[in-house]
């Protein structure tokens, strides 16, 4: 099979086209073909080697495709069903084995692609918004980056909870984008200080909850954006990873609650993911949910998708497509 492949850490000239053995699944796993895999900024991490993954392995932690071969204790899914999973590596490959609890099935009414692009951001934006701060009706949210993959799903999600939204972005374009998806208030973060605007639209209170993806740049004022007893869940670092931090100063600001979740451990019970996927699933078929295929790349030109990830001129979903 046609696989990426990373030898050793680096930029994204160590993504590597190989010739790989088809996988052989064990006992729990079932054999998938992938069909289309989605690029996300842990697979840049993980090939820089900010995450460490042992050599060699093959990136990619989501993707959409067929179930071709079952193990012996594999339930709940046959040879045929279409499936979909996140937060399980490999995915950047024509084929991959996956234990069938990490496996969601594909309802008919969603295409592959729609599938793909949408279980790691789109579990993502579900366990943010209803577990690391549950957000309330009325809640005011501030989210960075929001017409961004997670931050404009996140967004949509907000506004179905019946919170009120205050969006950050960096330009003109991304602005009428988070508009449409739903955010109350546009910030250009690029173009003023988006503590002072918050501040400024929330009478001087600050807002419930900071969902913050974006990390080094934005820390810290996203901190002062809180009321106080205010949370800030810092899910992200596409900017670059925040400095430690005094516990101290979250007293000093107000009581603050600070969180750095991952998604892994919001899906780590199959009832959880299960209940994640179908909601996310359900609201894209009401089209509730709009999910943005931002451009899709070839398997072999993975570098170049990843590229297009980190140059922010995208704005929703990139995916590799398999060669057949
Ligand atoms: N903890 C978790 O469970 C979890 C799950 C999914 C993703 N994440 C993390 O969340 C972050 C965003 O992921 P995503 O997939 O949703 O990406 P994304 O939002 O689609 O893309 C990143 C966005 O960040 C903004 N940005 C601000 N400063 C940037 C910079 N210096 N370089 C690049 N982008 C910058 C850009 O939007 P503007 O141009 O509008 O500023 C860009 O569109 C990543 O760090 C990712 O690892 C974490």
Redesign the pocket.
Known sequence: MQAVQISHFGGADVLTLADLPVPRPAADQALVRIQFAGV???DI?QRTGLYKNPLPFVPGMEAAGIVEATGAEVIEFAVGDRVAFAMHPGAYAEYVCVAWQKLVKIPDSIAAEQAAGSM??GL?AHYLAHDAYPLRVGDLALVH?A?????GLLVQMAKIRGSRVIA????EE?EQRARSLGADWVIN??ASDFSMKVKELTNGRGVDVVYD???A?TFANSLTCLRPRGYLVL??????PVAPLDPGVLAGMGSLFLTR???AHYISQREELLKRANDVFSWLKQKQLLLTIAKKFPLAKAAEAQEA??S?KY?GKILLQMPR
């Open positions: 996300n900024y842990i991490y790691l951001q993502t980056a017409a961004g993959g997670t931050g950050t972005v960096s330009n991304k973060y690029s993806s974006v990390g740049d899910y992200g670092q596409s900017s670059g979740p991952s998604l990830l980190t922010r704005a």
